[in-house]
Every structure is written in C-alpha cells, then in structure tokens.
C-alpha cells in the first residue's frame, strides 16, 4: 500500500511560452542609479532592475487566452462587444447589476468619491491606502481609522487583520452621526497592513452594524480573490466553498465596490465599479464621461476590456489563485529561516519587512524603509516598496507628519511573472543586507511632492 501523502509542494501551473530576459548590473553601477533616483525605488528605470517586486499592479503575465481576446478587441467609440462580455462577467462572478469600466483603480476611486463624499463627511475604514484616501479628502472627507488594533502590530499573527473593529465604527457613528457617514470603506485584503485579509464573520457583523444605522457599505475589491481564498482557509465553514462562492458571498454585503483589474484580473490596465444602486449606477455613468471617456469604454481600449473579461474567468481558478497566494508563502518560510523580520501571517500579494525591526538603530525620521529598500536594491537590483512614514504622508489640515505604526518594505509578488529560483535569490540578498544592517544609517528628505509624497520625493544618505 502506498504512503499516504500528506502535504504536496505547489509547483506553477502554468509553463513559460515566451520570455523577456533582464539586465545584469554591477553593484557599483546600482549604486549610481540608486543615488540618480534619489533613493526613491518608484524613480528607477525599471532596465536597471534585475527582479522587481516593486508592484503587483499591471505587471502581471497575461495568459495565452487573454492574449489571444487582445485580437479580438471591437475598438469601437460606444456599445463594443467586449464591454458587455466584461459586464456580463462583472454580474456573474461580484454580483453586481450595474457597472462602469474606467482606466484604472484610483479612477474608479475619484468618481465614487466625488458622489459620496460632502465637505465635513467622515469615512470610516479597515486602514487607509493611498490612493482612497487622497481622493475621499480631495472630495471633503476625513478618513478614520477603524481596523482592529492587531493589524498595526506587524508580528501579531491573528489570522484576519483586515477585520473592522466594531466598537470602534459604532462609536464613531454615535460621535458624528449616520448621515455625516457616506460609507464605510472596506478593502480585503489590506494593503498597508500587509496583505490581511477580513473574515465572512466580520463582513457580516459590520454589514448589520451599517444597515442598522442606514449607513452604506463599499468594498476596495481590487484583491478580493485573495481575501476569498484566505477564508476559504482560514475560517470554519468554508472550507468546502469555492472561492468564486466565496467571493460573490462577499459581494453580496455590499452596496458596490471599486476594483483595480489590474491586479487579480491579470492585465497591465483597467479598473471599475459596480454597484447594485442605481442612482448611484446613473451618477456614475454620467460623470465618467468627463474623467475617462464614454460609459462603455471608460479610457480604455475594447482589447483591455476583453482581456480583463477573460482575466476575472482565470482568477478564481483555484489552482491560480493558491499558487498565487502559495508563492508569497514560500518566500516568508525562507526569509524566516534567516530570521527576517517579516509582517505575520504573510499576506496574500506581498511579503512586508518590518523595518523597525529589521534596522532598530535608525529613529522612524531617518525612514528606516525607505533606506531599507534602496540598500536592496542597491545590493541584488530587486526592487521593493516603502511602505511607512514617506507612504503616511502628512495631515492636510496641519500639515504634520503622519507616523503610522508599521514601517515596512513590501516586496510585492507580480502574478505568473517570477519563479521559485527568483525568489531563492532575492531571499539570499535580504540576508545579506541583515548582516550588513548596521552599516545603514538613514535617509534625509530633500524633495516632497505635495500629493502621495512617496511616488516622487528624493533623499539623500545620512553620511
Ligand atoms: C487596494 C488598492 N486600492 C486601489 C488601488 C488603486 O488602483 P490603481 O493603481 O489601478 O489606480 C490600489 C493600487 O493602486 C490598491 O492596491
Ligand atoms: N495599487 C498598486 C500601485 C500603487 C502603489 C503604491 C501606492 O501607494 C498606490 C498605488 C499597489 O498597491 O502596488
């Protein structure tokens, strides 16, 4: 009788069809193009870098099937064939009636913003992410914080650190009232927090807080596969769910989402919303034909339409999706094994190093990350990402820094793009440079752009 196997490896499914080689560098020539960017890792060249984790967003590997829709893209100026294709896949896999293309994520952000949001409205959500935030505070908003408290301590390893604490959203909506409150801002799983995800549980108790008071509830979908997969998992009952069930589950909870396509859906651009409003819908249909374009193509081509169409179709694939998420766990157990000081449990995009930790010498006004992701690139040329005092930015009304808790680096894992040898590398270098640790002094600031600081602002090293 044979063995019974209790664990098996996860291997790609999918094999290499075409390839797009990189560019070796020396050490001292990343040096000098770290130096040229300003230590900033987004104002590299992208030929300068060897494996870049800056991102999961439009650097995905499309596959031969959605190549292959690019051909079939119906390029005209309204009612093209592959926006219904996409709409119809829009309502079958989020459940949503009414949807409208736009070109990407923030843009989605902007029109939902601009029609929920009055000047002096508060916002409540499970942790701020750049993009949302600057648009809710462009539109008059305030963004308040109500995750669970777990989700700011890096090592705390509580399994949905995406979750809204609900003390913390009632006392809120008993502080400035319902009707000061547009909607709660839920995204799954939570970027700056590392990749957590919420619980159906948790959903579920916020939508009946929300509905309780009138107040409606939105979702970031942009990852939502992710978090569905991570409950599929990780919470009871589900277990034998489908991730596609899962996510429309999730959907249903909501009155719409906003999605950036061009991460689970596995295209280099697109976004949307959907929603089941229809005065909402109407608003929105009306106002994407002065941002984007016409409500049928929303600033993008009929190809990319066809492409994210067949993209949500490949998402929830479970063997896409787990090798996915399984990728970005192989890189945590190795990093682990050098000790690295890592966000826990990892997250479902990225790996995050917890700068504090990892540079406990440097004060957070010396942006330990920041520094940590040029010294990694400058050692390998594998780019990563601050996320942490540079990414906070400042209070609009005072002006003051924002200090967030976590100060990470995230090394964010492209779909279907790198290989476990890829990793093996970068995982070697990481070690290198946590040897090395206290040779890192720091960065000063000497440039700050006034929105998103972190996509342009420069530094030079501390000497
Ligand atoms: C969670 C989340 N929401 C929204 C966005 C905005 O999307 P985009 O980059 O397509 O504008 C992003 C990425 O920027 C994101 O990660
Ligand atoms: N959404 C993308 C691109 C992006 C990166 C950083 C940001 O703060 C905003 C957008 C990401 O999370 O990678």
Not at 112 to 127: A, E, L, Q, R, V
Request: charged fraction near 25%.
């Amino acid at each position: 009788m044979s063995k019974k196997i209790i664990k098996r490896s996860w291997a790609e499914p999918y094999k290499i069809k075409m390839v797009e080689p990189i560019k070796m560098t020396t050490r001292e020539y990343r040096e000098k193009c770290a130096k040229e960017a300003g230590y900033n890792t987004f104002l590299l060249k992208s030929e300068d870098v060897y494996i870049d984790l800056l991102t999961d967003s439009g650097t995905n590997a499309m596959s031969d099937y959605q190549w292959a829709g690019l051909m079939m893209g119906d390029e005209a100026y309204a009612g093209s064939r592959n926006f219904y294709y996409l709409w119809d896949n829009v309502k079958k896999y989020y459940g949503m009636p009414y949807f409208v293309p736009t070109h990407q994520g923030r843009a989605a952000e902007h029109i939902i913003s601009k029609i929920m949001i009055k000047p002096g409205d508060f916002i409540p959500g499970n942790m701020y992410f750049t993009t949302t935030r600057v648009h809710q505070e462009l539109a008059g908003g305030t963004f308040v914080d109500v995750i669970i408290d777990e989700a700011h301590e890096a090592q705390n390893e509580h399994p949905f650190k995406g979750n809204i604490d609900l003390q913390k959203l009632e006392d809120l909506i008993k502080k400035v009232g319902a009707k000061k409150i547009p909607y709660v801002s839920m995204a799954g799983p939570v970027n700056m927090a590392g990749g957590q995800p919420f619980s159906m549980q948790n959903l579920k108790e916020v939508y009946a807080l929300t509905k309780k008071y009138g107040v409606k509830l939105w979702f970031d979908a942009t990852r939502a596969t992710e978090n569905a997969y991570f409950i599929q998992q990780r919470e009871k009952g589900y277990e034998n769910k489908t991730v596609a069930q899962i996510l429309k589950e999730m959907c249903s909870y909501f009155d719409g989402i906003w999605v950036s396509a061009k991460k689970d859906l596995m295209v280099n651009i697109g976004g949307f919303l959907a929603t089941r409003n229809k005065k909402v819908y109407e608003e929105a249909r009306n106002m994407v034909v002065i941002y984007e374009g016409l409500h049928s193509y929303g600033g993008l081509a009929g190809r990319d339409m066809e492409a994210m169409a067949r993209g949500i179709e490949e998402m929830v694939r479970p063997e896409n999706i787990s090798s996915r998420v399984r990728q970005v766990e192989y890189c945590g157990k190795e990093l682990e094994k050098f000790n690295i000081p890592l966000v826990k449990p990892y997250g479902g995009h990225a790996i995050f190093l917890d700068a504090k930790k990892f540079l406990p010498h440097l004060k957070q006004d010396l942006f330990p990350a920041q520094s940590l992701a040029a010294e990694i690139y400058i050692d390998s040329g594998v780019r990563g990402m601050e996320r942490g005092l540079v990414s906070s930015g400042r209070d609009p009304k005072t002006g003051e820094q924002r200090y967030p808790k976590l100060e990470l680096v995230r090394l964010t894992f492209p779909r279907r793009v790198y290989t476990q040898s890829h990793i093996d590398v970068m995982v070697e270098s990481i070690a290198e440079v946590y040897d090395k640790r206290k040779s890192i002094k720091g960065l000063k600031m000497v440039y700050e752009p006034k929105y998103l600081r972190f996509f342009q602002a420069r530094f030079e090293k501390i000497k």
